[in-house]
């Protein structure tokens, strides 16, 4: 079975500055995709990244990078550059390589201060 | 850009009615999925859709769900008789290829 765990239930920075969002997670799969979403108070949840287990590079998508740790089974997101628009819960989830079904985190809620 | 759309944003139904959640996918997407989010929990899959048939589903669809794709673009939850517990944020998604998924807006549905 996965689990993905994130144990902060709440993060505030300072805006313009970086901030880590930890996920780890658990699985007996060989071949696994571990992704991260964010959900603004609106509810809708946005696609931001995501990380194959076998890409030896981190992933980046402009302010979003992934710090991929895979011995220590962590895929942690690093937003740089903190707006006031990045105030929002953030989910990691992960999946089987050519599984379904996203399994998601409890979340993390990030409150950007001005 | 192309975006998951879903309809209703918000539902109200009595305790045993059915109701009927609408999702139109991204136009060549291939996979669809349903899941939910009860209020400050996670969101938690209940099935997917490939080739006209489900895929997937986990233990929550039970026979009182059932999803269905009548055309070309329309994808659809049925819930057949709706149960207090049912009250949850549903989201549908699309993905090209077992991979990312992208996510509607959801609809909020609340049984009273």
């Known amino acids: 079975a996965q689990k993905i765990t994130q144990t902060q239930p709440g993060m505030f920075v300072q805006e313009k500055e970086a901030v880590t969002l930890d996920c780890t997670y658990d699985t007996s799969d060989q071949s696994y995709g571990l992704f991260w979403y964010k959900q603004p108070s609106s509810g809708e949840m946005i696609f931001l990244i995501y990380q194959g287990s076998y890409d030896e590079q981190n992933a980046t998508e402009g302010r979003y990078s992934l710090n991929f740790q895979k011995a220590r089974k962590s895929a942690n997101l690093v937003i740089s550059a903190s707006q006031l628009g990045d105030s929002a819960m953030y989910f990691c989830?992960?999946?089987?390589?050519?599984?379904?079904?996203?399994?998601f985190g409890a979340g993390t809620i990030l409150r950007v201060k001005s | 850009e192309p975006e998951v759309t879903q309809t209703p944003s918000h539902q109200v139904t009595q305790m045993g009615q059915e109701v009927i959640l609408r999702c139109v996918p991204i136009s060549n997407h291939l996979y669809f999925y349903w899941y939910r989010q009860i209020l400050g929990q996670k969101v938690e899959f209940l099935v997917s859709f490939y080739n006209n048939e489900i895929s997937e589903k986990s233990e929550i669809f039970d026979d009182q769900f059932s999803v269905e794709r009548p055309d070309g673009s329309n994808f659809t939850l049925k819930i057949r008789s709706t149960k207090l517990e049912d009250s949850a944020m549903y989201f549908c998604?699309?993905?090209?290829?077992?991979?990312?998924?992208?996510f509607g807006p959801g609809t909020r549905l609340t049984v009273l």
């Open positions: 998604a699309s993905s090209p290829r077992l991979w990312e998924q992208f």
């Open positions: 989830a992960m999946k089987k390589e050519y599984g379904n079904k996203l399994v």
